[in-house]
């Protein structure tokens, strides 16, 4: 295989797997490179390049959560090869399933070739952190990226803040909740001020800061900021 690949590139065709299930699928969720939930199920893939120790304990360690873990590689130039086999049995006795991905076929399709077994629907504090998680974005970020900008449910909401306050001037807490429906942790939001893009003006009131405007400037062709602009704006 060659060595231009990168272990984002296993992430649309799996995505597009699961997508076509009925999943909502989402990359870099609170350390799992995929979750993906439906219902009350919650699936998830951990993924690499090359089957190795690595993996193996990333997905066991995902099994806190729900039974039901994916590792995924790429598809291997012989389905019968020795080793092959050989991992298939080492994951139906750790009960974790097997995604693989035809990277070098131009379709770059996914196939699920192991099933687990057991209950995806159990509800542990990693498995509700997770569902949290995905239920509080909008948008998505690329599974198996080290460097690029998680875009988590908190920076979302916190990127909501920031486009209300660039289009309505300063506001209060209670006014971000009540009139433009912001969540609950609104408050603490702007309290924390963790990207450092509020200013307080007066007693409860925010406005949007220097470095919150130019990050909107800077990030103005990103999808999550173009999405909350036109929201603050009415045209969503």
Partial sequence: MPNTYKETDLYDPIRSLLSEQGF???????????????DNTL?????????NLTLI??????????????IAIPRPQSGKSSNFAQLKRM???LNL??????LESPAKHAEIIIFPT????????????????IAGRTSDSTGGSTKAKINTAYRERCVR???LLEAHGPQSAANLTKVHGCQKDTYSILRSNFYNWYDKVTKGQYT??????????ENSHEKLVIYYRMRASGAL
């Fill in 24 to 38: 909502t699928v989402r990359g870099e969720v609170k350390d799992c490179d995929i979750a993906a939930v439906k």
């Fill in 43 to 51: 699936w998830i893939v951990e993924m690499k390049l090359s089957a």
């Fill in 57 to 70: 304990y990333q997905a066991m360690e995902r099994q806190t959560a729900t039974d039901w873990v994916f």
């Fill in 91 to 93: 994951l139906k006795k």
């Fill in 97 to 102: 399933g097997l995604i693989t991905v035809a």
């Fill in 118 to 133: 057991g209950n995806a629907t159990k509800t542990t504090k990693k498995s509700a952190s997770v569902r949290r998680e």
């Fill in 161 to 163: 803040i920031a486009c």
């Fill in 208 to 217: 949007l800061s220097q470095a919150g405007a130019a990050y909107l400037q």
